[in-house]
């Protein structure tokens, strides 16, 4: 059975970094793509990375390029997303996702919510001073 776990949520100040990382059991993480979704509040779900199990290609949305990092361990079978330069906008809750019939991130359509069927409890990511 797919499970995921996210971790490392909290609250931080504007400018500040936090490090999310997503545990998986019950499959090899390192066989499919693992994406980054997050919710803000009152909002829907938005893609923010997505890395693939081929080559390794990430892909970002616009409004977190250059400031996160998606990257894979694939010996302790997780995945993680340093965050750096944190502004408020960045707030919400932060899920891990994948999809056991997508060995790669699906290059146009990775940023959609429907596009992943397994999808972790989410951590909570605050930033405000």
């Known amino acids: 059975q797919v499970h995921l776990v996210e971790s490392g949520g909290g609250l931080v100040q504007p400018g500040g970094s936090l490090r999310l990382s997503c545990a998986a059991s019950g499959f090899t993480l390192g066989s499919y793509a693992i994406a980054w979704f997050r919710q803000a509040p009152g909002k829907g779900r938005e893609g923010v990375s997505c890395?693939?199990?081929?080559?390794?290609?990430?892909y970002y949305t616009d409004s977190v390029k250059g400031r996160f990092t998606i990257s894979r361990n694939n010996a302790e079978n997780r995945v993680y997303l340093q965050m750096n330069s944190l502004k408020p906008e960045d707030t919400a809750v932060y899920y891990c996702a994948t999809d056991l019939s997508e060995h790669d991130c699906p290059i146009r359509t990775w940023q959609i919510e429907s596009e992943f069927d397994d999808w972790g409890q989410g951590t909570q990511v605050t930033v405000s001073s």
């Open positions: 890395i693939n199990s081929s080559d390794g290609r990430t």
